[in-house]
């Protein structure tokens, strides 16, 4: 464990080299309740609404008959119980599993790949290879911004989807220091493309990618294909034309 360093709080890491384990901040956790609790306010004042305007139409179907609106009245109340006593049970799970959850999270950055755990249930071990790596992107929401932490998106050449803005390979979520991790990442892949002479360039701002580079391979191929099918659909086109001018010669 001497070759480990672990990065977590406001540490600014260390110059490249050996193996850095960097985990989320606690207020990426602090965040993830505080979405929750919004949650909770919207869907109940949701639910308040609804129930409110049904009780609003019952009474006035009901038209002063006191025993059955008593009955209503009653049934509504026990919703009201069963509602809370979900949302306290719901609650305490998510409470529970999302600090266990985030509590697993660590990204491990090598000098050739970056490695990342997750999973609370099902874990995951990621392992994304700087060879593969086509850009480095720094994402900061507004309640990132409110809880002071940033996102690392890490996009590759071999990414889900044509769209390479707007997915990732992988994403380090939840880091207070999230320019500095950045930046020791970016360090550690000019180091890597030093070493090797890999045709990574990873962009610090706006995505510099390979992938237009292999789409405009893959076009020409398949304009290759094309043109080669278009010259034998135009001489067959040819001959059909040649035929259809002999039909029409006199005899």
């Given at each position: 464990m001497n070759d480990i360093r672990i990065i977590k709080g406001s540490d600014i890491p260390p110059p490249p080299g050996k193996p850095?384990?960097?985990?989320?901040?606690k207020?990426?956790?602090w965040k993830n309740y505080f979405l929750f609790g919004i949650l909770f306010v919207v869907f109940t004042a949701g639910v308040v609404i609804i129930l409110g305007g049904f009780l609003w139409f019952l009474s006035t179907l009901i038209n002063g008959d006191t025993q059955r609106m008593q009955l209503v009245v009653d049934a509504f109340y026990w919703i009201g119980v069963l509602y809370?006593?979900?949302?306290?049970?719901l609650t305490i799970g998510y409470l529970i599993g999302m600090y266990w959850y985030v509590g697993a999270?660590?990204?491990?950055?090598h000098g050739h790949e970056i490695v990342v755990h997750k999973g609370l249930i099902n874990k995951t071990e990621k392992h994304v290879p700087y060879r593969t790596v086509t850009n480095i992107n720094m994402r900061t929401g507004p309640f990132d911004r409110l809880f002071r932490i940033g996102t690392i998106e890490i996009q590759t050449a071999?990414?889900?989807g044509l769209a390479i803005d707007e997915t990732a390979e992988e994403k380090l979520e939840g880091i207070k220091v999230y320019r500095e991790v950045r930046d020791y990442i970016l360090t550690q892949l000019r180091q890597f493309q030093a070493a090797y002479g890999t045709t990574v360039s990873p962009a610090e701002e706006e995505p510099q990618t390979s992938i237009p580079q292999q789409m405009l391979s893959e076009l020409r191929d398949i304009k290759g294909v094309m043109s080669t099918r278009l010259e034998k659909i135009e001489s067959k086109l040819d001959e059909l034309d040649k035929k259809l001018e002999k039909l029409h010669k006199p005899y």
């Amino acid at each position: 464990m001497n070759d480990i360093r672990i990065i977590k709080g406001s540490d600014i890491p260390p110059p490249p080299g050996k193996p850095r384990i960097i985990r989320p901040s606690k207020n990426f956790l602090w965040k993830n309740y505080f979405l929750f609790g919004i949650l909770f306010v919207v869907f109940t004042a949701g639910v308040v609404i609804i129930l409110g305007g049904f009780l609003w139409f019952l009474s006035t179907l009901i038209n002063g008959d006191t025993q059955r609106m008593q009955l209503v009245v009653d049934a509504f109340y026990w919703i009201g119980v069963l509602y809370l006593v979900l949302w306290v049970m719901l609650t305490i799970g998510y409470l529970i599993g999302m600090y266990w959850y985030v509590g697993a999270m660590s990204f491990i950055v090598h000098g050739h790949e970056i490695v990342v755990h997750k999973g609370l249930i099902n874990k995951t071990e990621k392992h994304v290879p700087y060879r593969t790596v086509t850009n480095i992107n720094m994402r900061t929401g507004p309640f990132d911004r409110l809880f002071r932490i940033g996102t690392i998106e890490i996009q590759t050449a071999g990414g889900r989807g044509l769209a390479i803005d707007e997915t990732a390979e992988e994403k380090l979520e939840g880091i207070k220091v999230y320019r500095e991790v950045r930046d020791y990442i970016l360090t550690q892949l000019r180091q890597f493309q030093a070493a090797y002479g890999t045709t990574v360039s990873p962009a610090e701002e706006e995505p510099q990618t390979s992938i237009p580079q292999q789409m405009l391979s893959e076009l020409r191929d398949i304009k290759g294909v094309m043109s080669t099918r278009l010259e034998k659909i135009e001489s067959k086109l040819d001959e059909l034309d040649k035929k259809l001018e002999k039909l029409h010669k006199p005899y």
